[in-house]
Each structure stands twice: as structure tokens, then as C-alpha cells.
């Protein structure tokens, strides 16, 4: 299955934390999934990061090397078609990072592995586990 991974989620992944649901994480631990990590969460990485609102333990491209290439992450460059599907999206949600990775995710055919309730007003799938268990 093709796996789009959102940035809180790969961060989560990459850094153990717990608030990654075990759901999220065995689907990124299985090596039969294809795992993507859309440019917009590297560009959203690398602004966060100047304006000093994400630290990380090693300097940014030595990460995206490290943790991208080491765990078998694809990047998903922005191309035409997903430019195209978000020229359609209603704007329920203005986040343009975001509004990139739904439309990725409707071109790409590929759920996305996260927790954020704004993308539950468009046509996605989510891949996440609840507090109580259940699965989305």
C-alpha cells in the first residue's frame, strides 16, 4: 500500500514519540508499504526550522538524509496533477502545506497517516488509531 506520511507523523516517527499510534507506526514499519513524505512537509520542516519553532538533533539535509534515505522514505515532488487537484479543493482548510498533501493524496490514490481533523472535510483517507482503539 502506498503510504503518505504528514509531517507531524514522520517527525513522531522518526523521533520516537509517543504520540505517534502504534496503528501509524507498524503501517511505517512495514516494509511492504510504499512510505512518501510530500516536498510541502520538507518546505514546512525547513521554514519551522529558520523561524526557530522545530529543533531537531542534526543539522536539516544531514536529517533528511539520515531519516529519509535510511528509512526507506520517498519524497513526492509537487507535480502538475497535484497543483491540478488543489486548484479544486474548497478551501475548508487554509493551510497550504496541507491543502498540498490532500491533493497529493487524491492524485496519488495514497491515505495519509495522521491525526488532523481538517482533513476529515475533504474526500481523504486517513490512517490513524483512536485514543479508545478504534481505527480510522
Known sequence: MRLLLDMHTFLWFIGGND???????SLIEDTGNERLLSVASLWEMAIKKSLGKLKLDLPFPEMVEREIRGNAIEVLDMLP????EMVKLPFHHRDPFDRLIIAQSLS?????????????E???E???????????
Open 19 to 25: 504520540d505517534l499510534s502504534g496503528y501509524a507506526r
Open 108 to 120: 496519488e490514490s495514497a491515505p495519509v497517516i495522521g491525526r488532523d481533523e481538517a482533513f476529515d
Open 81 to 84: 496533477k497535484h497543483l491540478d
Open 122 to 124: 475533504y474526500p481523504v
Open 126 to 136: 486517513l490512517l490513524w488509531e483512536m485514543d479508545d482503539g478504534t481505527r480510522r
